[in-house]
């Protein structure tokens, strides 16, 4: 029988608190540009994500980090 994880509705890491919506977790910051001149989020927020992906890691759940435009960033749970 399988282990049923429960997700909690926000997860705050740093100065940012991520949301839960369906089968991610998403938050919102400044919105920079890359060499490109593509939308990318702000460099601190990224690392934030990065830090729940880990966290998710050690519940047992597989992550993917996207990031969206206007400073958007979402951590899916595959």
């Not at 369906?22 to 540009?33: D, I, L, V």
């Amino acid at each position: 029988m399988a282990t049923k994880i429960i997700l909690s509705k926000s997860i705050t890491i740093g100065e940012y608190s991520f949301r839960l919506e369906e089968n991610r977790y998403e938050c919102r910051g400044g919105t920079y540009y890359d060499d490109d001149h593509d939308q990318v989020p702000e460099p601190k927020l990224q690392l934030a994500a990065t830090q729940l992906q880990v966290n998710l890691k050690k519940e047992g759940l597989d992550t993917q980090i996207e990031f969206g435009e206007k400073g958007w960033i979402e951590v899916y749970i595959e």
